[in-house]
Each structure stands twice: as C-alpha cells, then as structure tokens.
C-alpha cells in the first residue's frame, strides 16, 4: 500500500475548525527539516525523496509512518493535519 502526496501543492487549514484552507507549496521546506533534524539514512532518504519530487510522491508504509513520526514531533498542527489526511484517504479507498 501506498500513499501519494503532492508536497508542492498541499491543502493546509488555517482554523481549527478546518473551514478555511490555503493549497502550499512546503516541498523544500519540509525536506529541509527533515534533512536538518530527522536521525538516520531513511530519514536522509526520505528528504532526498521529497526534495527531489516533481508531483505526487508515492510513499510506502514504512516512509509514510516515518514521515508522520517526524512529522508529529517537529511540523504545527496545521502540517500534520494535512499529512494525515492522507493517511485517512487510503483508508477510505481500501
């Protein structure tokens, strides 16, 4: 299973109550806090994959769960909710 993220073209929310959003462009930015503070070669990877993306990035269990490990710990509220979502749209496809 995997999960496919557009990091150049991702819907934020800017309420918590998700009814107002912005579409971001976070694809450098969050390659480059992964690749700043993330431990380790998959978190190395994982950035280089991101960074390198072109659009939808295809993300396997293990790089999804990674990223939403960091992703938890390091991005806002906003970022995880939006990483999540996408996590919550495979579920719903299955």
Do not use: W
Request: with cysteine; hydrophobic share 35%.
């Amino acid at each position: 299973m995997t999960v496919k993220i557009n990091f150049s073209d991702i819907t934020i929310f800017t309420d918590v109550e998700h009814k107002m959003a912005t579409r971001q462009d976070i694809k450098k930015n969050l390659a480059n806090s992964i690749y700043q503070h993330g431990q380790g070669i998959a978190f190395h990877a994982l950035a280089l994959k991101i960074y390198n993306s072109k659009d939808d990035v295809e993300l396997e269990d293990d790089e999804y769960k990674l990223l939403m490990d960091y992703a938890r710990q390091m991005c806002t509220p906003a970022i995880i909710d939006a990483l999540e979502s996408y996590g919550k749209e495979d579920e719903e496809d299955n």
